[in-house]
């Protein structure tokens, strides 16, 4: 039996969900509403106060997808109670960034400043220059989005210059030697 797959997802106050018979969950929340088509062989039970996930079949497939289906009910609920947030740091000098209305701005030592923009899926903050907060209620879309700034400049290994994840951690590499002739 999976681990993670048998253990029941409580459900919060305020949130309300709603399952299809072709395995489509709605779950409605405080933050708002997620909508996702998970797998049909998956049996969604809801119970009082909770969600459990059964399988058909001790399958190999079966057993993959138990603790999957799980998780991804799990974060729908997670997302529309608490929401979710990636924290970005930049290091660098003359890297900073600065939140104008609705728009991040960059400046990553490139010719031009790169720009996001927040959308309804997701908000970005920057409370001071050298900070990004990505927030929003789908783990999968604040995930992405909080990779994409980092590639705009991720993280060198030898003075750390780039965008890296708070909890990141950059190994370091020595630089050159000189040698004396």
Do not use: W
């Not at 039996?1 to 969900?17: C, D, L, N």
């Not at 072709?22 to 969604?44: A, E, R």
């Not at 929401?83 to 003359?94: A, P, R």
């Not at 970005?124 to 989005?145: C, H, M, R, S, W």
């Amino acid at each position: 039996m999976s681990r993670i797959g048998k253990m029941p997802i409580a459900i919060p106050a305020g949130v309300e969900i709603t399952i299809a018979n072709d395995n489509t969950v709605t779950v409605k929340g405080p933050k708002g509403t997620l909508v996702k088509t998970l797998h049909p062989d998956m049996k969604i039970v809801k119970g009082e106060g909770q969600v459990t996930v059964e399988r058909p079949t001790e399958a190999k497939e079966h057993r993959a997808l138990h603790g999957l289906t799980r998780t991804l009910l799990n974060n729908m609920v997670v997302g529309v109670s608490e929401g979710f947030q990636k924290t970005l740091q930049i290091n660098g000098v003359g890297y900073r960034c600065q939140k104008q209305g609705k728009k991040l701005t960059l400046n990553l030592g490139f010719s031009h400043p790169v720009e996001f923009e927040d959308t309804a899926d997701y908000t970005l903050e920057a409370p001071d220059p050298n900070t990004i907060i990505v927030k929003g209620i789908d783990n999968q879309i604040v995930g992405q989005i909080a990779a994409v700034i980092r590639e705009k400049r991720p993280p060198e290994p030898y003075k750390g210059k780039g965008i890296k994840y708070a909890d990141e951690v950059i190994r370091r590499k020595e630089g050159k030697t000189g040698s004396k002739k």
